[in-house]
């Protein structure tokens, strides 16, 4: 008998068992890997990630990485060495790709074909996002400069259709007219987001250019011969008429009826209105950039320059003094 009660051999050995340490036990899920097994495992998963968000900066640096990393497990030894050569062929891979999107894009600023310089640079900005060289930075900056080029000068472009238009006559050439008209449309959509007031005059023209259209000869495509409608009516009787004799101010006489006039001048009064007009109108364009000789690289008229960024300063210079001075294109 003690103080805590009846005490036996059996309750003595429960005493001691209760007391003693517990042994560790295995659970399941407790991780075993030493601080290399888990810097191997971390390496794995940002080779996957590098791969995945198309990273090639991340990539070489964790295929850097790899071969320094020693004490590791032997079978995630073997993990790494697979994905360490698996990477190495897919940064190749995307390394070829990267400089053929440039090598791409490069050509397309030289030929001044803005659909494709727009993809490519898109593609090309994409790749480098995480890391760009001074050679891709150099291209995608020249590649930002020819489209800024582009839209500019088609910008201009539809501001001097526009200001032809509304510089024609009241009664302008219907001929005439339907051209300038179809060149605005083409610069319209080619310029792409022209704003609304510029749409609103494009629009307009192209209303008035489907009401001016006149009578067509049956079965053909051909307009007849009508000078009278492409001359103002007040000016009709300005000038003498070389046919008929007719004094300025006086209607022309019919050839077979001598005495009887004329409901409109003939034609050969009107033509060298009509020719005056489209002489001044020519006088008048604007001169474009290419239609001048290059002083910075000698190219001659319609001969790019051998520029990524389009024409030389100089050229376009040019271009506008030849514009202002309203020197006569040839």
């Known amino acids: 008998m003690t103080e805590r009660g009846l005490s036996t051999p059996a309750v003595q ?3 001691r068992a209760r007391s003693a340490a517990a042994s560790a036990k295995w659970t399941p899920g407790q991780n ?25 900066a991340l990539a070489e640096s964790v295929c850097r990485d790899i071969p320094e990393l020693a004490g590791v497990s032997p079978q995630l030894q073997e993990q790494l060495d697979a994905a360490r050569r698996s990477g190495l062929l897919w940064i190749e891979k995307e390394v070829g790709a990267r400089r053929a999107v440039c090598v791409g894009l490069e050509q397309a600023v030289v030929e001044e074909r803005d659909g494709k310089v727009k993809k490519l ?51 302008p050439d219907p001929d005439v007219l339907r051209i300038k008209v179809r060149e605005l449309l083409r610069a319209a959509s080619e310029a792409g987001s022209i704003g609304r007031h510029r749409q609103a005059k494009v629009t307009a023209w192209r209303q008035r250019v489907r ?51 004329r409901r409109v001048p ?65």
């Open 266 to 330: 003939h034609d050969e009064r009107l033509k060298p209105i009509i020719d005056e007009r489209r002489e001044q109108q020519r006088s008048r364009r604007p001169w474009r950039v290419y239609e001048v000789t290059c002083p910075a690289c000698g190219q001659e008229p319609e001969q790019r320059c051998p520029t990524l960024g389009g024409p030389h300063r100089a050229r376009v210079e040019l271009a506008k003094e030849y514009t202002r001075l309203k020197k006569a294109h040839s």
């Open 121 to 171: 640079l898109r593609q090309a900005k994409t790749v480098a996002r995480d890391a760009c060289s001074e050679e891709e930075r150099r291209v995608i900056n020249a590649a930002d400069g020819c489209l800024t080029a582009i839209t500019a000068a088609r910008s201009r472009r539809l501001d001097t259709l526009l200001d032809d238009l509304d510089q024609l006559s009241a009664d």
């Open 32 to 56: 075993t890997d030493t601080a290399q097994d888990t810097r191997a495992r971390e390496l794995l998963r940002k080779l996957l990630y590098a791969r995945r968000t198309e990273s090639i």
């Open 211 to 261: 009401q001016i259209a006149g009578p067509l000869q049956s079965g053909q495509g051909k307009r007849l011969p009508q000078l009278h409608r492409q001359v103002a009516w007040k000016r009709w009787l300005k000038r003498r008429c070389p046919r008929c004799g007719a004094n300025s101010g006086q209607q022309c006489a019919v050839d077979t009826m001598p005495g009887e006039m």
């Open 13 to 15: 050995r429960i005493i």
